[in-house]
Nanobody
Framework: QVQLVESGGGSVQAGGSLRLSCAVSGYTESLNLLGWFRQAPGKEREGVAGIYTSGGSTYYADSVKGRFTISQDNAKNTVILQMNSLKPEDTAMYYC??????????????????WGQGTQVTVSS
């Protein structure tokens, strides 16, 4: 089993920054992909960023490229999402997720076995 706990959400004005953290515990050796997703009210959950645990390749949604950065701190078993130049449309519940599987796109929710409970990000104009 794997447990994911997010932290770092909050409210910020447009143009501001937030740093989300996800503490990963349990059988982490089984994981090959970590991701951040978000879901706004009335919308589907969408992939924001993903990082492969081996090699560190990263992937981003077009809407956040150049503004968000995903990284992992292996010593602390933590995955970070640094969010800069935030926009009101970034407002959503943000979820950390972990996958053991090798098939499918990094942004496919069905690929992920484990999910955190989410942390709210609100960006005001």
């Amino acid at each position: 089993q794997v447990q994911l706990v997010e932290s770092g959400g909050g409210s910020v004005q447009a143009g501001g920054s937030l740093r989300l953290s996800c503490a990963v515990s349990g059988y982490t050796e089984s994981l090959n992909l970590l991701g951040w997703f978000r879901q706004a009210p009335g919308k589907e959950r969408e992939g924001v960023a993903g990082i492969y645990t081996s090699g560190g390749s990263t992937y981003y949604a077009d809407s956040v490229k150049g503004r968000f950065t995903i990284s992992q701190d292996n010593a602390k078993n933590t995955v970070i999402l640094q969010m800069n130049s935030l926009k009101p449309e970034d407002t959503a519940m943000y979820y950390c997720a972990a996958s053991r599987w090798y098939l499918g796109s990094w942004s496919d929710t069905i690929r992920y076995d484990y999910w955190g409970q989410g942390t709210q990000v609100t960006v005001s104009s």
